[in-house]
């Protein structure tokens, strides 16, 4: 019998339809903008399915048409998109290298990039283990915690980390970090630099650890990153089985791609 250890529990009766609207938020707000070919492919429905789904979404203010017939959010999303224009060519071209990775280890892989404090999940490719970590795209999570967010976060200059957790619209926002907390934050910070990978141990949902490496343009700058989540019980066969190297290898190979690829001066 299988069994995921989900960000998220599904409902047991879960509703296709509001469902798969949900999916077309989430695509929205993490990509920026979405054709209608492309939603359709996403969801595995009919190209007339997913027009009336948007037709809804725009309906209730949550996406809008741009003058190339783009959906786009709309003023009721709430929060906007990740900011990054390219983020679904990203998604395509980390997929081979998420497959190999996850084939060779028979863990899950995550794609995310970082959005302020936090980082959005893109993509996920799961292992085929009975008790494996379960599908992560689209979740929202602090950054600070998450293993691809704390190597993200490794890769900005003090002033806007101090920016970022320490002013005052991180209080505002709940991102603070206390003063107690602070000086062990940046310690590892400066760890994760010098390693060249972040670890999380059950420091975004009990039984879970991940491993995450950043992933850079041509010019050496970080757009997202590449994680690995297991069940705690298996994470230290796997890190002492040569996991930092077979990761460090997706991650030339991937930025070599991301490199190739002209919409990576965007970011």
């Known amino acids: 019998m299988v069994q995921n250890l989900p960000a998220r ?51 209730r203010g949550f996406a809008v048409q741009d003058e190339t017939r783009r959906y786009v959010p709309g003023p009721a999303m709430g929060v906007g998109p990740a900011g990054l224009s390219w983020s679904r060519l990203l998604r395509t071209v980390a997929q081979p290298h998420m497959e190999l990775l996850s084939g060779r280890i028979n863990e899950t892989v995550n794609l995310m990039v970082r959005v302020g404090t936090k980082v959005r999940f893109l993509s996920t490719v799961e292992g085929t283990n009975a008790l494996r970590v379960g599908d992560r795209q689209g979740t929202v999570l602090p950054a600070n915690k998450a293993s691809g967010g704390k190597a993200l976060l490794a890769e900005l200059e003090p002033a806007m980390i101090e920016q970022l957790f320490r002013s005052h619209n991180a209080e505002i926002g709940g991102d603070n970090i206390p003063d107690a907390e602070y000086p062990a934050f ?74 190739a690829n002209p919409a990576e001066s965007q970011p």
């Open 186 to 259: 940046l310690r590892e910070l400066e760890t994760i630099r010098s390693n060249g990978f972040a670890a999380n141990f059950e420091g975004t949902e009990e039984g879970i650890s991940a491993l995450g490496v950043a992933l850079h343009n041509g010019r050496g700058v970080a757009v997202g990153a590449l994680s690995v989540a297991t069940p705690v019980a298996r994470f230290r066969r796997l890190f002492d089985g040569g996991l930092v190297g077979i990761m460090r290898e997706t991650q030339r190979q991937l930025e070599i791609d991301i490199a």
């Open 9 to 59: 529990k599904k409902p047991a009766y879960s509703i296709e339809a509001v469902d798969n609207a949900l999916q077309l938020l989430q695509l929205l707000r993490d990509g920026g903008s979405l054709r209608l070919k492309d939603a359709a492919a996403e969801l595995g429905v009919a190209p007339s399915t997913a027009h009336r789904l948007l037709a809804m979404l725009v309906y």
